[in-house]
Nanobody
């Protein structure tokens, strides 16, 4: 099982960025894929999750972010719009231990990508 997050970078406030999570080693729709983020000095928090039966959103993004999947490429995307400085963090994708999003509880995700840095600054 492997997950590889990419697409981070420096973006100005109000800008957009798309992160990618390339997955391999498991059937794509058999497990949920979640995006998490961790800012310096803060706990890792769940952002969005996608499973075969739906999506689950954490409390921090308020509709500015969307999650989607390209089944042909085994890639899960996190589209981030109207970015704010508070969105600055290392973003991780992770695979759940089961079928559903498990309310983006970190302990329910057992495979993690390496993280990609997103910095929102002017």
């Amino acid at each position: 099982v492997q997950l590889q997050a990419s697409g981070g970078g420096l973006v100005e406030p109000g800008g957009s960025l798309t992160l990618s999570c390339a997955t391999s080693g498991f059937a794509p729709n058999a497990y949920a894929i979640g995006w998490f983020r961790q800012a310096p000095g803060k706990e890792r928090e769940g952002v969005l999750c996608l499973s075969a039966v739906g999506r689950y959103s954490g409390n921090s993004v308020k509709g500015r972010f969307t999650i989607s999947r390209d089944n042909a490429k085994d890639i899960v995307y996190l589209q981030m719009n109207n970015l704010e400085p508070e969105d600055t963090a290392t973003y991780y994708c992770a695979r759940s231990a089961g079928f559903g999003c498990s309310a983006l509880q970190r302990t329910r995700y057992n495979y993690w990508g390496q993280g990609t840095q997103v910095t929102v600054s002017s």
